[in-house]
């Protein structure tokens, strides 16, 4: 599939989790021929930037095959400069015309970072990290009334939307040329749906993006993107 504007590959995203919702997946460029044809070059129409959750398959949950998607998996979905610098990859190298922050409900890195706010503690090792990333949200989320983990969730994902628009200049230029567009979404375990949370269309004005970006809770401590 040749994607060429960020709304086909949208729509291309929404097909095929339809299709995996319905039960009626295609499981599409899985074959020898497909495996074979893209051994010399990859064209990509998205990018996912998901949380590492085993149930959070991007390829199946999209129905889609080998060379379609290029994913990124971090716990929380995090942004640290590895993260960026492969989204910047993807855009620039690759020419993908979407990129997709993936979440979704009971994340175990919203659970850790709620508890850890709650008891004053910290995880021990690079968990730390993850739970840091993770508190911004929280705050914004408590400031807007927002208490149940799944609410905190969508707060979460437009919170990585804006922070890789925030530490990538590349991304942001690329979204104000029209170029790229930047989308949030949610996916449901239960029921293997998605539905967008946040959305940056290719196109904003460079001003708009950097207001919203500006509208970021800072890390805990510091910037680690």
């Known amino acids: 599939m040749t994607s060429t ?13 339809r299709r ?12 020898a021929g497909h495996r ?20 959070l398959a991007a390829e199946i949950i999209f129905d889609r095959g080998l060379g379609d998607l290029f994913v990124v998996r971090t716990a929380g979905h995090t942004v640290g ?9 993807a855009i620039t190298v690759l020419g993908v015309p979407l990129v997709l922050v993936l979440g979704h409900d009971s994340c175990g890195a919203v659970q850790a970072a709620r508890e850890a706010v709650a008891t004053g503690t910290s995880p021990a090792g690079h968990l730390g990290a993850v739970v840091e990333a993770v508190v911004p949200s929280l705050r914004r989320a408590a400031r807007q009334g927002i208490e149940d983990v799944d609410g905190i969730v969508d707060i979460h994902i437009g919170q990585t ?14 979204v104000s040329a029209g170029r790229c567009g930047v ?12 539905r967008t949370v946040a959305e940056v269309p290719a196109g904003t004005p460079t001003a708009a993006v950097v207001d919203r970006a500006a509208s970021m809770d800072p890390p805990v401590r510091g910037d680690r993107g």
Do not use: K, W
């Open 5 to 17: 504007t960020p709304a086909q590959a949208l729509a291309e995203l929404y097909a095929g989790n």
């Open 81 to 89: 400069p590895e993260v960026l610098g492969s989204v910047e990859y």
């Open 20 to 31: 995996f919702v319905t039960g009626v997946p295609r499981h599409p460029n899985q074959d």
């Open 36 to 55: 074979a044809a893209v051994a010399d070059g990859q064209h990509p129409f998205a990018v996912i930037v998901g949380c590492s959750d085993s149930r």
């Open 183 to 194: 989308v949030g979404m949610s996916y449901r375990l239960s029921a293997g749906e998605v």
């Open 161 to 174: 939307v804006e922070a890789l628009l925030a530490r990538s200049a590349v991304l942001a230029e690329r």
